[in-house]
Nanobody, 117 residues
Framework: VQLVESGGGLVQPGESLRLSCAASGFTFSTYGMRWYRQTPGKERELVAAITSGGDNTNYGDFVKGRFTISRDNAKSTVYLQMNSLKPEDTAVYYC???????????WGQGTQVTVSS
């Protein structure tokens, strides 16, 4: 099983980034997918979640319409489009795959997002 995040980097406030998480080794289309983020000294927090079929999503309160989670089951990939980035969005972003009823739970290695002028 692998979850490989990409798309992180250094951007200025107000700019955008699109993160990708490519999955392999399990039946991606049956798993709910989530993005989390973590900064040093803080707990990992949920950024966004999407159901296996992509029909339902939810977001952390701090997102406030700036981020969009989506998935392409044909490509076994989940995305996080991040717009209007703020310095406080700086963190390592992780994707997570969770099987129905939580029997299996996988994490990626993370990708760094830095928002700074």
């Amino acid at each position: 099983v692998q979850l490989v995040e990409s798309g992180g980097g250094l951007v200025q406030p107000g700019e955008s980034l699109r993160l990708s998480c490519a999955a392999s080794g399990f039946t991606f289309s049956t798993y709910g997918m989530r993005w989390y983020r973590q900064t040093p000294g803080k707990e990992r927090e949920l950024v966004a979640a999407i159901t296996s079929g992509g029909d339902n999503t939810n977001y952390g309160d701090f997102v406030k319409g700036r981020f969009t989670i989506s998935r392409d089951n044909a490509k076994s990939t989940v995305y996080l489009q991040m717009n209007s980035l703020k310095p406080e969005d700086t963190a390592v972003y992780y994707c997570r795959a969770r099987s129905p009823f939580g029997k299996y739970d996988y994490w990626g290695q993370g990708t760094q997002v830095t928002v700074s002028s």
